[in-house]
């Protein structure tokens, strides 16, 4: 029984400790800037506002699409 926690034991150090390593080391290479969150903006900016533009552009379709299917019952 002693040979499972000790095997456990080591094996969870030896899975943790690459976790650590990373956590002490993932600032060295990120630099932070005062244009860091203009670059966040900017790459989130498309994501937020193409669900818009496509609801104009599918709003705009389907108007125009009705009022087709309108003028055509309207001349019969």
Do not use: C, Q
Not at 2 to 8: A, L, Q, V, Y
Not at 41 to 66: D, E, G, N, R, T
């Amino acid at each position: 029984m002693n040979k499972w926690i000790g095997g456990f034991l080591v094996t969870a150090g030896a899975v943790s400790a690459p976790d650590l390593a990373w956590a002490v080391d993932s600032y060295r290479y990120l630099h932070v800037t005062p244009e860091t969150p203009w670059y966040i903006f900017l790459f989130l900016l498309p994501i937020v506002v193409s669900p818009f533009i496509l609801m104009a552009i599918l709003y705009w379709y389907f108007a125009w699409h009705k009022s087709a299917v309108r003028d055509n019952k309207e001349k019969e």
